[in-house]
């Protein structure tokens, strides 16, 4: 079993920046691609960007590319997302993701990750 606990988020002016944390536990975080995905209110959940067992693959939605950066450090079990030059339309609430990979690849499929964590708030102001 696989527990991620995200924090980072908060409140933050438009043009602001947050970087959000996902700390995982388990032995070894480089089995598993990561994701973070997140959901607004009255709308579905949404892919983010993900990034693969290595850190060499990584995949951003269309809505994010440029503004937001997916990282991670294994040796601290933790992935980080890094946002700037936030929006209104990027307040949600933001999901990290783990997906018991095999090979260094990753995906924006929801359905493929194994396990989720409980998200954190992230509100941006105009």
């Known amino acids: 079993q696989v527990q991620l606990v995200e924090s980072g988020g908060g409140l933050v002016q438009a043009g602001g920046s947050l970087r959000l944390s996902c700390a995982a536990s388990?032995?070894?975080?480089?089995?598993?691609?990561m994701g973070w995905f997140r959901q607004a209110p009255g709308k579905e959940r949404e892919f983010v960007a993900a990034?693969?067992?290595?850190?060499?693959?990584?995949y951003y939605a269309d809505s994010v590319k440029g503004r937001f950066t997916i990282s991670r450090d294994n040796a601290k079990n933790t992935v980080y997302l890094q946002m700037n030059s936030l929006k209104p339309e990027d307040t949600a609430v933001y999901y990290c993701?783990?997906?018991?990979?095999?090979?260094?690849?990753?995906?924006?499929?929801?359905?493929?990750?194994?396990?989720w964590g409980q998200g954190t708030q992230v509100t941006v102001s105009s």
């Open positions: 993701a783990a997906d018991r990979s095999w090979s260094d690849s990753v995906t924006r499929l929801a359905i493929q990750y194994d396990y």
């Open positions: 388990v032995r070894t975080l480089s089995n598993y691609a």
């Open positions: 990034i693969s067992r290595t850190g060499g693959s990584t």
